[in-house]
């Protein structure tokens, strides 16, 4: 899961409502898992399948990441404003949430149950989830999600290189180059150990990151937006070879699966900021779906143990497996997931969003503490962050 920028340029209707959505289908997903084992085997009902696959929700938001970041570039000509400008803000924005969800991820684990078979962490947990590094060095997981966002935090670093690749020699050569180095990964993975190492760091999602990057440029009127069908065109073949080679073999092959995915993404989103089709952008940019979109970050982080928790001490010993115990997940965990998130984020991730340094941020607390003499203290001004949306 990426974090979203702090504050949208131009706010893109309907980008918040699909990070809800991948946000909510993740939350599903674990429930899925917890209910019918035997993962990846698809041992549940036919009308609940689709929920094996909530590793294509990261897929979204990794393109939607690239496109979210880039828009603002994308106004400017493909410039950054500033590598360590930019540096500074993406770290403000996701690292407080991610730690503080690294710590009540802990707890839960060393108190409660253990998230992953590993057993609980260890002091290499600790260090390594701590510093982002999980997808380098293993250790027993503090919470299923976070693998996700070492990779988005190394996508970070590359970020500033693509938009000068982008400015220099063009979009399409960008594109063209990301895809031939991962491709080559992929291709040699099986066969060259060397190079099979790469593969912890998911390098697919590279290429998946730059194509949102590059459909970003829609925004930015470097090219017409493309029809709305044709999303669906490059989706249908994907999700035949899906209903076709079945849920082991797409597992197995999530690499290539997910570059095929990519472009259907890519080209949805470049559609969707141009406000097409109608009917779905209003859809997704309804009030409710804007709202969980706008703490999904905060639901990725912490919906994890919760979900573990609720399975292992209440679902699990008082009621049967499969499709009881999916249901009563499901009635149990979303809504309890997305409460906690409410307030996690009420407290952990929006007041980074609203407020850019330290001394704004303790500016406003001591405000709220202790309101101006005559009146409530004024709500602090900040500037906005220029790109669009994890």
Known sequence: MTAPPSREHTRLAGLDGIRGLAALFVVLHHC????FPGFPSDNGPIWAGWLLYGHFAVVIFIVLSGFSLAVGPAHRDWRLGGVARFAHRRAWRILPPYWTALVYSLIVAWTVVPQTDAGPPTAKSVLFYGLLIQDVFGAPSPNGAFWSIAVEAQLYVVFPLLLLVVRRFGAAAMMAAVTVVVAAVGALSPVVPAVALLDR??????????LGAVAAGVVGGHWRAPAPWLAAVALAPVVALIAVRGSVWTVNHYFWVDLALGPAVGLFLAALAAGRPAP????????PLRSLGSFSYSLYLTHAPLVVALHALVVAPHVAKGVPAFLTMVALAVPASVAVAWGFAALFELPFQRHRSWKALRTAILGRIRPARGGTAAAPRYEPEKSATP
């Not at 899925?32 to 209910?35: A, E, R």
């Not at 760091?201 to 730059?210: E, I, W």
């Not at 779905?280 to 009030?287: G, I, K, N, S």
Request: net charge neutral; glycine share 0%; aromatic share 22%.
């Open 280 to 287: 779905l952008v209003a859809f997704l940019d309804t009030r």
């Open 32 to 35: 899925w898992l917890t209910s």
């Open 201 to 210: 760091f998911t390098p697919q999602f590279a290429a998946l990151f730059a």
